[in-house]
């Protein structure tokens, strides 16, 4: 009896190893790093413009702090070109010229792009108005509202008198 509790155990341990060194190369895979460039001041400049760049996948994440595989790719096209001689300007109008203003963190201040900049303060100023119309007719609604008459006052009072006595 002793001998087959023995074998059942160490087959699950078996088991366990087995599931476990199947799954090792899934989590090595899930922590790629990128290769950094040999040059560290270039390197340098990169990872300055990975902090400017949104993660198109990600959306509020700048490249640098996305896993996703086009953000890799971004950070790769970004490092051939900080390579290529590109200046930084020349690497970011690259890339807005591949993905447009939403490839940036914070879009230029322009005509296309003054919707994401008072978008939220218009939607904003919009409710405040809302607000205060509603409130407004609320008041108005309230002063309608007249006193009651004495005759109305005497009726409401036996009113109650009767429904005290009942």
């Known amino acids: 009896m002793f001998k087959v ?11 366990l190893v087995i599931l476990q ?3 090792l190369p899934g989590i090595a895979q ?5 290769p950094p460039l040999d040059d560290s001041a270039l390197e340098a ?14 959306q509020n994440q700048s490249i640098s702090d996305s ?4 953000a890799r790719d971004l950070r790769t096209i970004v490092r051939e070109r900080v390579v290529a001689g590109d200046t930084d300007e020349e690497a970011r109008t690259f890339l807005v010229d591949r993905y447009g203003d939403w ?10 792009t003054w919707l994401l900049w008072f978008g939220p303060l ?4 919009l409710a405040a108005w809302l607000g205060l ?18 005759e109305e006052r005497n009726q409401l009072k036996s009113l109650l008198n009767d429904a005290d006595d009942g």
């Not at 896993?67 to 086009?70: E, G, P, V």
Request: with cysteine.
């Open 30 to 34: 899930a922590v790629a790093v990128d």
């Open 122 to 125: 218009l939607l904003l100023a």
């Open 21 to 23: 060194v199947a799954l």
């Open 45 to 58: 400049r990169a990872q300055a413009l990975f902090l400017d760049l949104r993660c198109l996948v990600c």
């Open 133 to 150: 119309g509603v409130y407004r007719r609320r008041g108005r609604r309230e002063e309608k509202v007249e006193s009651l008459s004495a």
């Open 103 to 112: 490839v940036l963190l914070q879009p230029p201040l322009k005509f296309t």
């Open 5 to 15: 509790k023995t074998s059942r155990l160490i087959r699950g341990a078996l088991l």
């Open 67 to 70: 896993n996703a595989d086009l």
